[in-house]
């Protein structure tokens, strides 16, 4: 009977062609599904279809083998590990693309700098007016991500260490807070950095990770690639076991020399030479 299905599925794959099924990361969403756009282009047999919905949606579709690929702007989480294991999945991560989380705020705010305790004691609600950082006499707004959202969680980890102030706006999506941060000139907010390029009315702010050292912007790509830059993050794919197939065919033309152009044009930043040795591991 398992011989039977398997040429049934193979005749269906040669008759109406394959579908990759990737959710997860709203910070990944444009760039996965122009990666996938190109790769359709070159492999018209197969069809890349990509949903957003935040990190932990992503995650939560693998471990219950609804999708080929989660996308995920965090790393998964070692109970995520434990649910996924339990259910007969096999994480396995694969890295696609370097972020730098960039701290926007109002094009009209002449505060340009900050560093991490300053955005943190910001979230946690313990500084409340950009006068208290040589701003103007304007009180701050802040706006956010949702719970859902691997941003959400990596920026309460990295930079607030606490709770999230109540007051925070929690908006669906990266564009959202541009949007916010825009229209307001006492907004501040946190978001991808393929989602500042070319944006005007909003401007990123740079970053030290404490007062004395150097402040670093995340528009420098090369200090986003070496880490210098405070909030440099890895952006996966999480699969179940290692990839096989047109799956793998997708990974390694996400990889390429190509699909790392498109990278670049869609604002973020290629992996680095540590990444690629850890994703070898796992294509090999």
Known sequence: MKKIITIIALLGTILFGAEIIIKGSDTMLNLTQRLGEAFSAVRPDVTVSVTGGGSGVGINAIINREVDIANASRGIKSKEISSARANGVNPVEIVIALDGLSVIVNSKNPVNKLTLQQIGAIYRGEITNWNQLGGPNKKIVLYGRQPNSGTFVFFRDEVVKGEYAPIMRQMNGNSQIVEGVKADEGGIGYVGLGY????????????????????????????????KYPLTRPLYHY?????????????LFELSPEGQKIVEEEGFVPVSENYIQRNNQVLQ
């Open 239 to 251: 699969l179940n076991g290692k990839p096989k197939g047109v799956v793998r065919d997708f990974i």
């Open 196 to 227: 500042i390029r070319n944006i005007e009315g909003i401007k990123p702010v740079a970053i030290a990770r404490k007062a004395g050292e150097s402040y670093v912007s995340p528009t420098d790509e090369a200090d986003v690639k070496s880490g």
